[in-house]
């Protein structure tokens, strides 16, 4: 069976069972330290327009953008200012 290529697309939809664990560890965040929703939100959309999205991974810092844009104080590594 041929290999798919990579999804521009987020882990919860390219891997459920891994987009779930990374969920679960952004619940697990202290409130403080979380971007909010709206943010989140934003940030996400902009990851799934990016052509350095794979499978839910940014090519550019090799983090689960579901996780690292979860965190407030994180920036996307690849295009200054995008968020
Ligand atoms: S370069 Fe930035 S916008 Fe693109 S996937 Fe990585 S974190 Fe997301």
Known sequence: ????????????????????????????????????????RQRLAACESCPRLADGMCLDCGCYVEARAAKARMKCPGVPGRW
């Open 1 to 40: 069976m041929a290999e798919r290529p990579p999804c521009r697309c987020l882990l919860r939809q390219a891997n459920p069972d891994l987009g779930k664990i990374v969920a679960d560890y952004v619940d697990s965040l202290p409130e403080d330290a979380k971007a909010s929703p709206e943010v989140y």
